[in-house]
């Protein structure tokens, strides 16, 4: 049964879009929904939408209750913040409301509010791709379409209901209103799929904030481009003076006191890449996290070089962010610019910290790449 | 089942309106529930909001809702589906007595609609009336736009409770009655005159007519429009704001229903200690069989439970009759209990008077949730039931009990249920300072308004009333005016 609530159902989540909409920055830079993501779907919690009435300020009013306790001594223990009292009557206090949200649904309001472009189609490939479905039965369309069935039965309805149809000899013809078409929507579906390789630098010089910076974004980036693909896969790369794969909690967790060799991270994934990811049917995103520093200006030059022969040949992008932490002398991100200017495949952004992240992804993401 | 509940209910006096029981699947009971029991009502997202809330709640485990029913004749309740069989029996019984509630007390039939000539009984077709509402702004969303209309009811139900109560739902707003006309005319004031001869000279014809003039500069002066403050300021509107016709019929609809409800919003602690009150009788004396009586037990003590900061009106209200009708039984009313001093005597006092029942049945009709508690409320029960007043400490940040004294809990009571809780504000001026300002008053009693919402509920009613609208309240102990032009905010003192 279809409810009579749904239309009011849907004009009240479209309310709540616009909220979403203009608490995201908030949510980016305060990392609030990670972690509130089960399977596809993310609950944010809003401020329940409140119609407001001529009432009284609450906390001049006060109310009548029932139970233990002298005067002077707290209602309710521990849940005391701010408006934990409720009162008498019947204005409730002031409730969150968990609202669910798909991934999809998040990327959209991402796009719209950050303004990003929808990803390119890379050459020959396909990244979105039309098809027809049929989904309905209308009244009016090509004869090509007719619903036979559909039609007969009309018309059947019809000629009972007005008394014209004769069991004895049962003949139904249709007429023009008894006409059903089949109807069509024309759905988009991302066909292409894509990876995303994190590297991410985990020396002694990357701190927890920086590594949780990273985690935030990751989570905008993640949900943005698997909005564009079929199906996204990630790989995650940690390195200090070596690099290994690892899964995403470890990614995020580890903790290490060597020095830095970027290029070690670099190899490893143009090697995932190689045996993994033909360019030919994958689009790639590496995405190379550090605080600037790396061991030497000669291993600095090997990087440079695995950029030019092996990763950028074959990535959509590659994007550098440098994440500023007071160890790291941020010196990678001018070698990267200075030897790779002008090519749009490498895209650097710096972030300085928590705020700063809404920038960088739009940065990362703004060309549409 | 019905039929045998019923039963139970006639035979302890109960008088209910035909009632018809639909049994709901709980994303149906969701919807009507959201829809405030009515399905077909008008579009509006809060609705939406609504629906997400209870279905949410109710996937996490956190409540659900047993039973709903309406204020109607025939009066509808809808059940939940794959509630027990004790459940069903409870809230069965639970709603027999709503209804005999709706039918008998006196705020509900204010939602009369006329009465039916032959079976006597009141017309309440508020099904129809409310789905006709819908209808009616479903067409003008078609023809003016849903963004239009829904915004303008945002804003009509920022003033929904701006309504007067005492009135009926289906008043007709009275149209300008000249009131004045029908002034009489007052005597001129005159000197004192000891002999009639002496008139003329005391009081010549000039004198008279510079008298004369003087008064009517003084009433043309005084003469405010409305003449008398407006407590309906919702009727007002709707008889002097410059609205279109879609604007006018959404507002009229919106009043209708908000006088609608009211009455449930006087009467929630009376209505459901009354319904508890016959749900006990019945499901202990006559409907649980002995297996039933634990599960009853159980549900019945989880709708009792109270949280500390927050009344429960079921227990408060079912406590109160209980405790009317001992009193009533025994004889502990009247001026010689009054007058009885003696802790001991008071204790056991009873007269076996046996009146409670009939007490109880009387408070029923003739009472709403303020007279029933400023009547009925004593010392001992105040103390019996641990009731305590509450309120902000500021010192601390944090709500604390403020007092277990008898008058200052009843009057934080009161006060919590007087407008059902709302503040109190009239039309003072539409026409002020000859600008077509429209001008409200707050008849302030100790409690501030909500500024911020104070704020919101300006700009709605600027929204209606097309020019400069003010509130004039009390801020932080200050005579202030709020004030919204149509593009700032201000306020000032008064």
């Known amino acids: 049964m279809a409810l009579k609530i749904d239309q009011d159902h849907s004009r009240f989540r479209k309310i709540v879009r616009g909220r979403i909409r203009e608490n995201l920055r908030k949510y980016i830079s305060q990392g609030e929904l990670i972690g509130r993501q089960g399977g596809d779907v993310v609950s944010i919690p809003i401020n329940q939408i409140d119609i407001p009435r001529f009432r009284y300020g609450e906390k001049q009013q006060g109310g009548v209750g029932q139970g233990e306790g002298e005067p002077g001594s707290p209602l309710s223990g521990e849940e005391q913040e701010g408006d934990g009292g409720k009162k008498a009557g019947n204005q409730g206090g002031e409730h969150l409301l968990e609202i669910d949200v798909t991934l999809d649904e998040l990327a959209e309001i991402l796009g719209e509010e950050l303004e990003l472009p929808r990803i390119e189609d890379r050459g020959s490939q396909q990244i979105v791709k039309s098809k027809d479905r049929y989904v309905g039965i209308r009244r009016t369309g090509p004869s090509s379409l007719r619903h036979f069935k559909r039609s007969f039965r009309k018309a059947l309805q019809r000629q009972i209901s007005t008394g014209t149809y004769n069991s004895k000899n049962p003949v139904v013809i249709p007429i023009r209103d008894d006409m059903r078409y089949r109807s069509w929507k024309t759905k988009s579906e991302p066909i292409a799929q894509a990876v995303i390789i994190y590297m991410m630098d985990v020396s002694g010089s990357m701190g927890d904030e920086q590594k949780e910076i990273v985690r935030m974004e990751s989570f905008w980036l993640d949900t943005w481009i698997r909005h564009q693909y079929k199906g996204l896969e990630t790989r995650y790369i940690i390195h200090d003076a070596v690099a290994r794969e690892v899964d995403r909690d470890t990614f995020f967790h580890t903790r290490e006191s060597g020095g830095t060799m970027i290029s070690s991270a670099y190899k490893l994934a143009a090697e995932i890449i190689e045996s993994d990811y033909p360019s030919s049917s994958w689009n790639i995103y590496p995405f190379h996290f550090s605080d600037g520093d790396n061991w030497s200006v000669d291993d600095t030059l090997v990087c440079i070089e695995l950029l030019k022969n092996k990763l950028l040949p074959v990535s959509n992008v590659f994007c550098y962010g440098q994440v500023e932490s007071p160890y790291g002398s941020g010196q990678f991100i001018k070698d990267l610019s200075e030897h790779l200017d002008g090519d749009d495949r490498l895209i650097t952004s710096e972030i300085r910290d928590r705020d700063a992240i809404v920038g960088s992804i739009k940065e990362f993401l703004g060309k549409g790449r | ?494």
């Not at chain 2, 009507?32 to 609705?47: D, K």
């Not at chain 2, 009131?179 to 009639?196: A, G, M």
């Open chain 2, 1 to 494: 089942m019905q039929r045998q509940i019923e039963a139970y209910a006639r035979e302890y006096g109960l008088d209910c309106f035909p009632l018809s029981f639909e049994v709901l699947s709980y994303e149906q009971m969701n919807e009507i529930a959201a829809f405030g029991g009515f399905p077909g009502r008008y579009p509006h997202w809060r609705f939406g909001m609504e629906y997400e809330q209870l279905s949410k709640s109710y996937e996490y485990g956190l409540s659900k809702i047993y039973e709903m029913v309406i204020n109607n004749n025939p009066a509808i309740a809808y059940l939940l589906e794959g509630n027990s069989m004790v459940e069903q029996k409870l809230v069965m019984a639970h709603v027999y007595a709503h209804v005999d509630f709706f039918k008998n007390n006196f705020t509900f039939k204010k939602t009369d609609q006329g009465m039916d000539p032959e079976q006597g009984l009141p017309i309440r077709k508020w099904v129809d009336t409310l789905a006709n509402h819908g209808a009616v702004i479903r067409r003008w969303v078609n023809r003016v736009g849903v963004d239009e209309v829904e915004t303008f009811i945002d804003h009509c139900l920022s003033l929904e409770n701006l309504i007067d109560s005492r009135h009926h739902a289906t008043r007709s707003l009275k149209k300008d009655s000249s009131d004045s006309e029908q002034e009489q005319v007052e005597e001129l004031p005159r000197l004192r005159v000891d002999h009639d001869y002496m008139e003329d000279y005391i009081n010549p014809k000039e004198f008279l007519d510079r008298q004369k003039k003087i008064r009517d500069d003084d009433k043309a002066r005084a003469k405010k429009f409305p003449e008398h403050a407006e407590r309906d300021v919702l009727g007002f509107l709707l008889e002097h704001a410059p609205l279109e016709r879609w604007e006018r019929e959404v507002l009229s609809i919106i009043r209708r229903e908000a006088l609608y409800f009211a009455p449930q919003a006087q009467t929630k602690i009376m209505n459901e200690g009354w319904a508890t009150y016959w749900h006990s009788k019945i499901m202990t004396e006559r409907a649980a069989t002995g297996s039933e009586i634990i599960d009853y037990a159980d549900r019945c003590a989880s709708v009792l439970a109270s949280s500390p900061g927050q009344l429960n009106p079921y227990k408060l209200g079912v406590e109160l009759y209980k405790h009317i009708e001992e009193r009533w039984n025994k004889g502990q009313f009247g001026r010689e209990w009054e007058q009885c001093d003696t802790m001991h005597e008071r204790q056991n006092w009873d007269k076996q008077l046996g009146l409670g029942r009939k007490k109880i049945f009387e408070v029923r009709a003739y009472y709403n949730d303020v007279t029933f508690i400023d009547e009925f409320l004593t010392p001992e029960f105040v103390a019996a039931q641990k009731m305590y007043s509450f309120g902000y400490n500021k010192r601390n940040n944090r709500w604390e009990i403020e007092s277990r004294v008898f008058k200052e809990v009843k009057d934080k009571l009161l006060f919590a249920l007087t407008n059902a809780g709302q503040p109190f504000i009239n039309v003072e001026d539409a026409n002020y300072a000859n600008r077509g300002e429209l001008i409200l008053a707050h008849e302030h009693r100790g409690v501030d308004l909500k500024v911020d919402y104070a704020h919101a509920v300006l700009e709605s009613l600027n929204r209606v009333w097309k020019r400069p609208v003010e509130v004039h309240t009390i801020i932080e102990e200050k005579a202030s005016a709020l004030r919204y032009d149509g593009s700032e905010h201000t306020q000032r003192h008064l």
